[in-house]
């Protein structure tokens, strides 16, 4: 991969990195929020069912998570083994879309 490419996928990696950072402190905050007040699973999915705002969250955190961990996979399969090439570069970025649709598709059940 160039060296243009390679800087892509470092800003791609820090940006779903600090989308991830506060995904995950929203997440935390919310739920244990929602516990804490005495809100059962049942209530809290009732609370967010048809949320679009919730969905669009989710769906954000699911494709951050799904690219972050397939480039961060792609950069330690291409150190420790060698896996190089356009090939693998296109099987990381299939790996991290699935990973990513499998998320949105489980916030879709969840808020839809």
Request: charge should be positive; charged fraction near 10%; hydrophobic fraction near 55%.
């Amino acid at each position: 991969m160039s060296t243009r490419g390679q800087t892509h996928l470092w800003v791609v990696q820090r940006v779903t990195a600090m989308i991830l950072a506060v995904a995950v402190l929203v997440h935390l905050v919310t739920i244990i929020g929602a516990v804490r007040g005495g809100l059962s699973a049942a209530e809290i999915l009732g609370r967010t069912r048809g949320n679009g705002a919730w969905f669009a969250f989710y769906a954000v955190f699911a494709l951050s998570a799904g690219l972050h961990g397939a480039i961060g996979l792609r950069n330690m399969a291409a150190e420790t083994i060698g896996l190089r090439g356009r090939g693998a570069d296109i099987a990381w970025l299939a790996i991290g879309l699935v990973t990513a649709g499998f998320g949105i598709r489980a916030a879709y059940g969840l808020f839809a």
